[in-house]
């Protein structure tokens, strides 16, 4: 089976500009997360997919960032105009269901260097 | 605000002693919680889960949750140097729908050869 699909890996931009990220989840996965982790931090999740609605966008800085899963399959997070301060790893998840037991399977993430 | 604490580290054990890491979480209503193991510069991955009061083991790992203290940890018995990462504790609270998931900062692990 294969894993959760992310790309680009690396990513460096000047700030002001903008950027995107794809996540390909799991196959048959309904729920898909998007998480950012900076430098010495765990993962803080910024929205959250229940097929293609938004289930969780709470900690979402929605001026910059926003995110769509269009067809509840595949997923772009986007930032403009990126910030110094968003420099981190951006982690895809997901997961079967949405029930509190369920796991929780990563990408290996998009490391956006924001200079 | 929901908080998931765990020490930074990092945390030393020679090869083949028990590791001991600990989590304590500030939401009386979480439900399950999940211990992931992250390498450095690669995704989290999944070590185990635990829901209810009490020990859960498989293989060297040992959950232990203690819900009236608002405590898990992670035992990790017989460590070998390829358990050095970093340790990332991770609380599930929210309703049905909503589930959210909350990370700790992570303990570094090192296990000395």
């Known amino acids: 089976e294969a894993g959760v699909a992310q790309s680009p890996r690396y990513k460096i931009i000047e700030k002001r500009q903008s950027v995107a990220f794809w996540c390909n989840p799991i196959?048959?996965?309904?729920?898909l997360y998007w998480y950012q982790q900076i430098l010495g931090q765990g993962p803080k999740l910024l929205i959250q997919?229940?097929?293609?609605?938004?289930?969780?966008d709470s900690q979402l800085p929605k001026d910059r960032f926003s995110a769509e899963r269009l067809k509840g399959v595949d997923s772009t997070l986007k930032i403009q105009p990126a910030k110094l301060e968003d420099s981190a790893v951006y982690l895809c998840?997901?997961?079967?269901?949405?029930?509190?037991?369920?796991?929780?399977?990563f990408g290996p993430g998009t490391r956006l260097t924001v200079l | 605000q929901k908080e998931v604490e765990q020490n930074s580290g990092p945390l030393s054990v020679p090869e083949g002693a028990i590791a001991s890491l600990n989590c304590t979480y500030s939401?009386?209503?979480?439900?399950?919680f999940f211990w992931y193991r992250q390498y450095s510069g690669k995704s989290p991955e999944l070590i185990m889960f635990i829901y209810s009061n009490g020990d859960k083991e498989d293989g060297r790992f040992t959950a232990q949750l203690n819900k009236a203290s608002q405590y898990v940890s992670l035992l990790i018995r017989d460590s070998q140097p390829s358990d050095s990462a970093t340790y990332l504790c991770?609380?599930?609270?929210?309703?049905?729908?909503?589930?959210?998931?909350?990370f700790g900062k992570g303990t570094k692990l090192s296990v000395i050869p």
């Open positions: 998840a997901s997961s079967h269901t949405h029930s509190s037991t369920d796991t929780q399977y």
């Open positions: 997919f229940q097929n293609n609605g938004v289930v969780d």
């Open positions: 939401d009386r209503g979480s439900q399950s």
């Open positions: 196959s048959g996965h309904a729920t």
């Open positions: 991770a609380v599930r609270t929210g309703g049905a729908g909503s589930y959210q998931l909350t």
